[in-house]
């Protein structure tokens, strides 16, 4: 489909998403759409970033907008990138091959989760300059240390510690959804891939998508995976619930670039910032962990004042503007999770791409509105009454 007529069809992330919940079974959908609760974090992130407010300019003459940034030393043409997400090849085949070499074409951070279906082996290939790996803590050193050693040698040059997920949260949509870990197809299911002909047939090629890291492994979980629920996973008794001299430790023995992924409290800022961490990931993990949590996007003014560290930005962004409104209130970077794979269901391999493509245009046309010539201007451009 030509690129005129992509944006014509799919103008904004709202029309990917509706295509994707129709190419992507019930169960599939259930897990990528969900969040835990009555999902009110997840409503409330949305609903204070339609809060934020920017003065339109007049009379401030032509200009070509400048996307540009940087981020721990690495020049980026745009402010936004790839988060992690579980299971990423469920949602959509091969799902972390296509992600990591559309990030390497975009040259933009794609971030492998612990818990793909593919390992960091596996998107070497692809990975292009800007491979960041997230880790979800083995409380085994042994198996610490090779997770680090294996995303070291395939290429990634930063490691992501998520710490916003000490236990395994319910997800009642997702449970609801039937889907189990690994996943079965019973009946009830394969109804719903049958009307899915395009997602099956790309499993049915790849096979059923496991947790191939994790189950590299398994011998260290061997007899204690029954009665696991379908929110928890082999990946849960692998890790732990992690601490500051577990922060230490990865500080310790990575080399390169360290980001702690999932704090909200602004007091942990100057913590993590004495640890050595070299960014802090502001996130409520999209509303999926916790159901009573602050909104991310109320939260960041206090953590831009509390540390000079870079910032980086998540929670519901639908487009190009609420880019720049998080930007505006002190984010360095912002990344995407579910928009990537709304992307891949609606339009598979092309859908990274045009998806850039929307949220490039959509930064281009407000920052004309407002009269931001580049990102540094953005923060000059909040109304505040």
Partial sequence: MRAMNLHSKYPAISDLRQAAQRRIPHFVWEYLDSATGT?????????KL????MMPSILHGEFEADLSTSLLGRKMPLPFGIAPVGMSGLIWPNAERILAQSAAELDVPYTLSTVATRTPEEVADVLGAQGWFQMYPPRDEGIRTDMLNRAKAAGFHTLVLTVDVPVASRRERQLRGGLQQPPKLTPRLLAQVARCPAWALGTARLGMPRMRLMDSYLDHVAGQTEGLSSTAHVGYLLRTSPDWEYVQWLRDNWEGHFIVKGVLNAEDAPRLEGAGVDAIW????AGRQFDAA????EVLPQMRAATSLPLIYDSAISGGLDILRALALGADFVMMGRAWHYALGALGAAGPAHLAAILRADMVANMGQIGAKDLSTLSKKLYTD
């Fill in 50 to 53: 339609d809060e934020i407010l």
């Fill in 294 to 297: 602050p909104a991310a996007i």
């Fill in 282 to 285: 502001l996130s409520n993990h």
């Fill in 39 to 47: 999902e009110a974090t997840k409503a409330r992130n949305r609903a």
